[in-house]
């Protein structure tokens, strides 16, 4: 069957990567999230995507460029305009909401030039701490922030995540020791989908949120996809399943 993985949570309806977000896939009947990690002024891991928190809270500036706890005083729900305000999570109050489901969980590494080889040891031990090593998916754009994860903790999954066409990439996946990839759907065809199965390599194409290519992945038996909407989604898989 072809998972569904809620991007940034029920992102389409509720404010990307929040607890209301991530809370309202599982309502919805995800089988898993897919979420973001930057680092603090503080080294603190919280849960969000871009560099800044200008475009998805009431606040303007850098990640880094904040303690955590000054980033808790910002509204990530504001652009939703939800009555109650939403703050930005960290990475330690989603795993210990994971522990009371069964989801499974994509965190994105994003690794730039301040955090790289300073988030990826205290993401994995944490992910240790909470006994969640099987549930977890570890992506990034960054490949060598990846390949540092599977040297420190072989054991959690990794999945390069790719936007250009690759030959071969299952080939590549294997040459980094992951046993997952997670293209952007339109780098990821249909024969391309099948050859990396067949590879033993899955495949969890992102963003997919048109009904007519999440049609085109149920048909095939994709591993897995990303999409904003997981309620439009798990509809249409009914029809496949």
């Known amino acids: 069957m072809t998972l569904i993985f809620a991007h940034r949570g029920y992102s389409a309806k509720y404010p990307e990567n929040t607890m209301k977000a991530f809370k309202e896939a599982e309502k919805a009947g995800a089988d898993g999230i897919e979420l973001d990690v930057q680092l603090t002024k503080d080294g603190e891991i919280v849960v969000i995507h871009d560099e800044k928190v ?3 809270t009431n606040g303007t500036g850098y990640v880094i460029d904040f303690t955590f706890e ?9 652009k939703k305009s939800l009555l109650k305000k939403e703050p930005i999570p960290s990475l330690r109050e989603v795993l210990e909401w994971l522990k009371t489901n069964n989801l499974k969980c994509n965190i994105e590494i994003k690794s730039n030039l301040a955090t790289f080889m300073k988030i990826e ?27 540092y994860c599977y040297r420190i903790a072989p054991e959690i999954e990794i999945a390069p995540l790719y936007a250009e066409g690759l030959y071969m990439p299952w080939v590549y996946a ?16 249909n024969e391309i989908i099948k050859a990396s199965m067949e590879y033993g390599i899955d495949v969890r194409p ?3 949120n048109k009904e007519k290519e999440m049609r085109r992945l149920f048909e095939i038996g994709c ?4 999409t904003d909407d997981p309620v439009l989604a798990l509809k249409i898989r009914k029809e496949y399943h």
């Not at 000054?70 to 504001?78: C, F, M, N, Q, T």
């Not at 006994?131 to 754009?141: A, E, P, V, Y």
């Not at 591993?223 to 990303?226: L, Q």
């Open 54 to 56: 200008d475009r998805t």
């Open 70 to 78: 000054e980033l808790r005083k910002l509204d990530a729900g504001h």
């Open 121 to 147: 040891q205290p993401v994995i031990s944490m992910v240790q701490e909470f006994g969640l090593s099987d549930r977890i998916i570890i992506s990034s754009f960054n490949h060598y922030s990846l390949v």
């Open 174 to 189: 294997e040459s980094i020791r992951a046993k997952g990839m997670h293209p952007k759907f339109k780098v990821a065809p």
């Open 206 to 208: 992102y963003t997919v």
């Open 223 to 226: 591993t897995a996809f990303i």
